[in-house]
């Protein structure tokens, strides 16, 4: 098992910066390095959705085109954590953001296999 835990959530104004993380952690939390991670989003009354992806390596990586050139995913597999730099925020990006691990990189939720519990952000205009 992998546990995953979002954080750096909260309220942001538009065009500002804000940067979510997600720890790995657990029994199988080695293979954190060869899992693709992924952040996906869901704003009340809509179906959760693909924001960014990276593979185990972090040479690949893939973004909505909503937040394209704006939102930035990286990892550090020393530290067990993936990241989403979020510059040029827009209240159209409130939502929860979710956390995901798979065993290959994937747009697609049901790609995934681990999830964490989410992390509220609001951007204010």
């Known amino acids: 098992q992998v546990q995953l835990v979002e954080s750096g959530g909260g309220l942001v104004q538009a065009g500002d910066s804000l940067r979510l993380s997600c720890a790995a952690s657990g029994r199988s939390f080695s293979t954190f390095s060869w899992s693709a991670m992924a952040w996906f989003r869901q704003a009340p009354g809509k179906e959760r959705e693909f924001v960014a992806a990276?593979?185990?390596?972090?040479?690949?990586?893939y973004y909505a085109d909503s937040v394209k050139g704006r939102f930035t995913i990286s990892r550090d597999n020393v530290k067990n954590t993936v990241y989403l730099q979020m510059n040029s925020p827009k209240p159209e990006d409130t939502a929860v953001y979710y956390c995901?691990?798979?065993?290959?990189?994937?747009?697609?939720?049901?790609?995934?296999?681990?999830w964490g519990q989410g992390t509220q952000v609001t951007v204010s205009s």
């Open positions: 995901a691990a798979g065993p290959q990189l994937s747009l697609n939720s049901m790609g995934y296999n681990y």
């Open positions: 990276i593979n185990w390596s972090g040479a690949n990586t």
